[in-house]
């Protein structure tokens, strides 16, 4: 169990950091700052331009964490098979993971929308003016709502992740191990 993964813990978690970090500042600087722009016709071009600048960094990060976490659950594979309640956190971080993936992508897809709307008058990235088209006003509502779950579901990804640096402590390794004697004769088998 003395095996290093600095790299792929490296890539891990401060890909995670930047995509939790990325879009908690978004939905509170970028789509905040936006509001306070004198002209509501130029709001979303604004708040579509901070996006823009961000979405290469944050896939990049997106990715990082990726290649990262794949790295440790391969190291770590004995570990989720063999430990007891490593299983079921690994689950709930993947499950996690892939939520988080699905809204952020759904958000480029709304994001996309609003860039061919720019120049109509809203209140702010995420919220529509009286004299907004249904369409736009539509997307921006889902968008409000998307801003917040990548934060808290990127949120409980650093919680699990926190939660597995807890399991490897030597005390809860053995201690989950000898809770599943049967489980690790047969994954030594």
Same mark, same amino acid.
């Given at each position: 169990? @003395?095996?290093?993964?600095?790299?792929?813990?490296?890539?891990?978690?401060?890909? %995670?950091?930047?995509?939790?970090?990325? @879009? %908690?500042?978004?939905?509170?600087?970028?789509?905040?700052?936006?509001?306070?722009?004198?002209?509501?016709?130029?709001?979303?071009?604004?708040?579509?331009?901070?996006?823009?600048?961000?979405?290469?960094?944050?896939?990049?990060?997106?990715?990082?964490? %990726?290649?990262?976490?794949?790295?440790?659950?391969?190291?770590?594979?004995?570990?989720?098979?063999?430990?007891?309640?490593?299983?079921? @956190?690994?689950?709930?971080?993947?499950?996690?993971?892939?939520?988080?993936?699905?809204?952020?992508?759904?958000?480029?897809?709304?994001?996309?929308?609003?860039?061919?709307?720019?120049?109509?008058?809203?209140?702010?990235?995420?919220?529509?003016?009286?004299?907004?088209?249904?369409?736009?006003?539509?997307?921006?509502?889902?968008?409000?709502?998307?801003?917040?779950?990548?934060?808290?579901?990127?949120?409980? !990804?650093? !919680? %699990?992740?926190?939660?597995?640096?807890?399991?490897?402590?030597?005390?809860?390794?053995?201690?989950?191990?000898?809770?599943?004697?049967?489980?690790?004769?047969?994954?030594?088998?």
């Amino acid at each position: 169990m @003395s095996e290093r993964n600095t790299v792929a813990r490296s890539l891990h978690d401060a890909g %995670l950091a930047a995509w939790f970090g990325g @879009s %908690l500042a978004g939905a509170v600087a970028v789509n905040g700052a936006a509001a306070d722009v004198p002209d509501p016709a130029l709001r979303l071009k604004i708040a579509n331009t901070g996006w823009a600048r961000w979405t290469p960094v944050n896939a990049a990060a997106i990715g990082a964490h %990726l290649i990262g976490g794949a790295a440790i659950l391969r190291a770590n594979r004995g570990r989720v098979a063999t430990q007891s309640g490593v299983g079921a @956190s690994t689950v709930a971080k993947l499950v996690a993971t892939a939520a988080a993936l699905g809204v952020t992508a759904y958000s480029g897809v709304l994001g996309g929308r609003l860039r061919k709307a720019e120049g109509i008058a809203v209140e702010g990235a995420t919220e529509p003016a009286p004299v907004t088209p249904p369409d736009v006003a539509s997307a921006q509502q889902q968008l409000r709502v998307c801003q917040w779950l990548i934060p808290a579901l990127t949120g409980a !990804v650093v !919680v %699990l992740t926190a939660i597995h640096g807890e399991q490897q402590r030597p005390a809860q390794q053995l201690q989950g191990i000898l809770a599943r004697p049967g489980r690790w004769l047969r994954a030594a088998a």
